[in-house]
C-alpha cells in the first residue's frame, strides 16, 4: 500500500498574533512549515507531500523544499483544505493510505510517524498520534463543575492516518450535515468509524501561541533525527 502525507497549512493563526501565519514563523534556520515538511520526508522520503495554502500566500514561493512537494488551495475551515487535498490525490489515483499533519507541528518525530503507520497497516485500520492528558482536568465556566476523571483522556495530535476513501468520503458528509471538524479523526468517528490511539511524544506540540514559539525553538535545536 502506498501513502501521502496531506498538511493543511491555509489558516491564518490568529491567536499567534504575528505579522505573519504561524507556519512561516522562523524557528532557528528555518521556517515552521520547512521544518513539519522535512519531519515528513525524512519518515519516507519518496512519499507525495500535498501542502494546502491560502489563495494568496506570499510567504510560500520563498521556502525551500523537496521536489516531492505539491501544493493545492486551501478552505473556509481547516477540514475544507484537507479535503481539497483528499480530493486532487483521489482523482489522480495516487495512494491508498493519507496521513493529514498539522503545518502548526514541526516538532514530532519521524519515529513516532513510523509507529503509527506500523499500527495502521497490520491492523488494517486508521489511527492518531495521542498523549495520555498530564494535568487534573475540571470542567466548568466561572467555578469547578466537576473533575472529569482522566484516566482515559488523551490528547489528538497529528498525524492522523485513514484509508484515503474512508476520509474523504466521512470528511465529505461531515461537512455537508455541518458536524464541527476539528480533525480529521472526529470526521472518522461520526461516521462511525474505528480510530487507533497510538501514544505518542508530550512535545509533539501544536504552535498556537507566542509562548509556544520559544519552547519550539528550544526543542528543535536539541532533537537528532
Ligand atoms: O488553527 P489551527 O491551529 O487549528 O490550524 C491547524 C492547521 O490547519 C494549521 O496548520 C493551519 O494552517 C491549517 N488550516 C488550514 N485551513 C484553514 C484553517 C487552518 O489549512 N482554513
Not at 499500527?119 to 488494517?124: A, F, K, M, V
Not at 476523571?149 to 476513501?165: H, I, K, S, V
Not at 480529521?184 to 501514544?199: P, Y
Request: proline letters at 5%.
Amino acid at each position: 500500500p502506498s501513502f501521502a502525507f496531506v498538511v493543511p497549512a491555509a489558516g491564518v493563526g490568529a491567536r499567534m498574533q504575528s505579522d505573519k501565519p504561524k507556519q512561516y514563523i522562523q524557528l532557528g534556520d528555518k521556517t515552521v512549515l520547512e521544518h513539519t515538511i522535512n519531519k515528513l520526508k525524512a519518515t519516507i522520503p519518496n512519499a507525495l507531500i500535498i501542502v494546502a495554502i491560502s489563495e494568496n500566500d506570499a510567504y510560500f514561493p520563498d521556502l525551500t523544499l523537496p521536489d516531492n512537494v505539491i501544493t493545492v488551495l486551501g478552505g473556509k475551515e481547516r477540514a475544507d483544505s484537507v479535503l481539497n487535498a483528499l480530493n486532487y490525490l483521489t482523482t489522480n489515483h495516487l495512494v491508498d493510505w493519507v496521513l493529514v499533519h498539522d503545518a502548526a507541528r514541526p516538532l514530532v518525530l519521524p519515529s513516532d510517524i513510523r509507529t503509527l503507520i506500523s499500527h495502521c497497516q497490520s491492523r488494517h485500520c486508521g489511527g492518531i498520534l495521542a498523549s495520555k492528558v498530564r494535568d487534573t482536568i475540571k470542567q466548568g465556566s466561572e467555578f469547578v463543575e466537576a473533575t472529569v476523571p482522566r484516566e482515559a483522556l488523551w490528547q489528538a495530535q497529528t498525524p492522523q492516518m485513514f484509508l484515503l476513501n474512508d476520509l474523504t468520503a466521512a470528511l465529505t458528509n461531515a461537512l455537508n450535515e455541518n458536524v464541527v471538524i476539528t480533525d480529521e479523526a472526529s470526521a472518522i468517528e461520526w461516521a462511525g468509524g474505528k480510530v487507533q490511539l497510538v501514544s505518542s511524544r508530550a512535545d509533539n506540540i501544536k504552535l498556537t501561541t507566542p509562548d509556544d514559539i520559544a519552547i519550539a525553538e528550544f526543542l528543535i535545536a536539541k532533537q537528532i533525527l
